[in-house]
């Protein structure tokens, strides 16, 4: 007979409901918070609630509260650059504004399909001895 030498931790129901009503009233906040006008900290509050949630996820439901060293770190790793990903953006938006709009922004292009209709194109004259078309 051959016995596992890492048992595998079974959690109660509990903490599922636990997570559950957790998940629950976190989704309220989330749609309390997306009512208000927070102005500049709209964006940071549902990033810090959505986190919230993604941890509960993963601490009970990947199992990371019993998994190695090893798993926890590529776990962490993951956040970490989705971090470094999130706060890159964030710097090339703010940074937006220090760039000049050239200056036939906006304007479109005149062989462009959008272009607005002009007068009606010049009409080339007739050839020497070809009868001009009626109009």
Known sequence: MSQDKHQHFVPPVSHYVGVFLALMVFTCITVVAAKLDLGLLNTPVALAIAGTKAFLVMYIFMELRQASPLTRMAAISGIVFLAIML???????????????????????????????HAA?????????????AH
């Open 87 to 117: 706060i890159m953006i964030g710097q090339d938006y703010a940074a937006r504004h220090y760039m000049p709009y050239p200056s036939n922004w906006g304007k479109t292009l005149p062989n462009s399909p959008d272009a607005p209709a």
């Open 121 to 133: 194109p010049h009409q080339a004259a007739p050839e020497h001895g070809a009868p001009a078309a």
